[in-house]
């Protein structure tokens, strides 16, 4: 069973400072994808990565792969208060050479950016 | 373009009714799939179409819980003799195919079972 595991699961910040979000997952796969969520909202794609190296940036979010460690992270640059948000790691499982989209999600990582 | 569309966009009924969900992909998105938010599981993968059919109906709690798409374009999540523990955000989400990357989630509906 494909397990996907976020940490920290609460991070407060402090506007200014960098920090990062890690995603471990259990069974190989070459797709993985982050999502934000404000509260009361739906899921908003921010990154899909879809090989090993790879590497997504946008704004003060940059996202990377390594599918040999199984680890992807998302790391925040100099947070700024409207970032706060909930963010999800989602993994692609992959069935014999296959994918079509069941994603497996991390339990979430809540951000909270203190001015 | 237009995204997802759901339907309501909240839910209160009584434990023992039947309730339908429905959803609106995005037009020309052949995949579809159907997931559940609750704060004790978390985010959980319900079902997935590809245009009508249903190749994995894994997720689905139980046989109280079912799923049609018609016209390869709207879904129907149909929750029968709903429980308290039923009650969720469930949310849609689309991709143009199975194979491609993103899926577009819609605003999905809370239910809230009493």
């Known amino acids: 069973e494909l397990k996907v595991e976020q940490n920290p699961l609460f991070l407060s910040m402090q506007e200014g400072k960098n920090y990062t979000i890690y995603c471990n997952y259990s069974t190989t796969s070459d797709r993985l994808y982050w999502y934000r969520q404000d509260p009361g909202k739906s899921l908003e794609s921010l990154f899909v990565?879809?090989?090993?190296?790879a590497v997504k940036q946008e704004g003060r979010l940059m996202a990377s792969l390594d599918t040999k460690a199984r680890l992807s992270t998302l790391h925040i640059t100099a947070a700024v208060h409207d970032l706060s948000a909930t963010y999800f790691c989602?993994?692609?499982?992959?069935?014999?050479?296959?994918?079509?989209?069941?994603?497996?999600f991390g339990q979430g990582t809540i951000l909270t950016v203190h001015p | 373009g237009a995204g997802v569309s759901q339907s309501p966009s909240n839910k209160v009924t009584e434990k023992g009714k039947d309730v339908e969900l429905r959803c609106d992909p995005i037009s020309g998105h052949t995949a579809l799939y159907w997931y559940r938010q609750s704060l004790g599981q978390g985010l959980e993968f319900l079902i997935y179409f590809q245009g009508n059919s249903a190749p994995d109906k894994s997720g689905l709690p139980s046989d109280r819980f079912s799923a049609e798409r018609t016209g390869g374009s709207v879904s129907t999540l149909t929750i029968q003799r709903t429980q308290q523990e039923d009650s969720a955000v469930y949310l849609c989400?689309?991709?143009?195919?199975?194979?491609?990357?993103?899926?577009?989630f819609g605003p999905g509906t809370r239910l809230t079972v009493l």
């Open positions: 989602a993994v692609d499982r992959i069935s014999g050479g296959t994918s079509y989209g069941k994603l497996t």
């Open positions: 990565l879809l090989s090993n190296g």
């Open positions: 989400a689309s991709k143009v195919a199975a194979a491609t990357d993103t899926q577009y």
